[in-house]
């Protein structure tokens, strides 16, 4: 039974417009979230997190949104730009299980010049 | 940012021998480090869970004496491959995270190919 799910696998965007990628989750206890960003053949990119006492968290064209009632979060992306062609992981964690990340299974996004 | 180094990036080894690879947290201290394996269009698969000083933690299914992990310093873990079969042909990522820090931050990944 897959923990986070990303249900759109894949995702495009013209340059300059808003990338918008969902993820949600089912465990209650997962209190840490995750955005990772991933070439092929390449380790994932930490983008940006946040914690489940807050609803948002921004980091320049970055801002994740945590709807913690719908167990759900999204990352949006804007301006979108053709570099950030790639796919697109969440993650989530628990404190009380050694921080170990349950990984959704992708979106890959397409930014079209 | 934290950054976690791998090497080597590929390896190509025979069947039967035994493959190490290293995994080097360059700038913080990592009381903990993973070690995942990637299949083609999957999404990454956690293998075991490493604390600096103790032994490693295995997921179901990973043998833990077929995937050798020694995490001997706060910077320094080794995944060894060992008698290594064409089957265990994948990407391997480990990442890294600090004390009290639920981030975890990647290695780029190692490329093994058993002939």
């Known amino acids: 039974d897959q923990q986070v799910k990303q249900n759109s696998p894949s995702l495009s965007v013209q340059e300059g417009r808003i990338s918008i990628l969902n993820c949600d989750y089912t465990?209650?206890?997962?209190?840490?979230f995750l955005w990772y960003k991933k070439y092929p053949a390449e380790g994932p990119t930490f983008l940006i997190s946040?914690?489940?006492?807050?609803d948002k968290n921004e980091d320049g064209r970055f801002t994740v949104f945590l709807n913690k009632s719908a167990k759900h979060l999204s990352l949006h992306i804007v301006p979108s730009q053709p570099g950030d062609s790639a796919v697109y992981f969440c993650?989530?964690?628990?404190?009380?299980?050694?921080?170990?990340?349950?990984f959704g299974g992708g979106t890959r996004l397409m930014v079209k010049p | 940012g934290a950054v976690v180094s791998q090497h080597p990036s590929r390896v190509i080894c025979k069947s039967g021998t035994s493959v190490k690879i290293e995994c080097r947290s360059l700038?913080?201290?990592?009381?903990?480090m993973f070690w995942y394996r990637q299949f083609p269009k999957k999404s990454l698969m956690l293998m075991a869970t490493?604390?600096?000083?103790?032994?490693?933690?295995?997921e179901q299914g990973v043998e833990k004496d077929k995937f050798l992990i020694n995490h001997a310093s706060l910077t320094l873990s080794t995944l060894t491959v060992t008698s290594a079969h064409p089957e265990d042909s994948s990407f391997y990522i480990c990442?890294?995270?600090?004390?009290?820090?639920?981030?975890?931050?990647f290695g780029p990944g190692t490329r093994l190919l058993v002939l």
């Open positions: 990442s890294a995270s600090g004390q009290g820090v639920q981030t975890q931050y």
């Open positions: 465990n209650s206890m997962f209190d840490y």
């Open positions: 946040i914690s489940s006492i807050k």
């Open positions: 993650a989530a964690s628990a404190q009380n299980a050694g921080n170990m990340l349950t």
């Open positions: 700038d913080f201290q990592a009381t903990t």
């Open positions: 490493s604390n600096e000083g103790s032994k490693a933690t295995y």
